[in-house]
């Protein structure tokens, strides 16, 4: 099974390790970048502000 998670500070090496010892295939998405948080600042609700 191939899983995916979000970065979530450096926790991602924990998964990483946890479930490619249960296995599955982990599929690490790409580093947070300042294009992906100007995205999420355009599409995001009006009462959520970004960092």
């Given at each position: 099974m191939r899983?995916?998670?979000p970065h979530m500070g450096t926790l991602w090496l924990v998964l990483?390790?946890?479930?490619?010892?249960?296995g599955h295939t982990v599929v690490?998405?790409?580093t947070?970048?300042?294009h992906t948080i100007a995205?999420?600042?355009?599409y995001?609700?009006?009462c959520?502000?970004?960092l």
């Open positions: 899983v995916t998670f990483r390790a946890l479930l490619e010892n249960f690490v998405p790409p947070i970048s300042s995205l999420g600042a355009k995001s609700p009006e959520v502000s970004p």
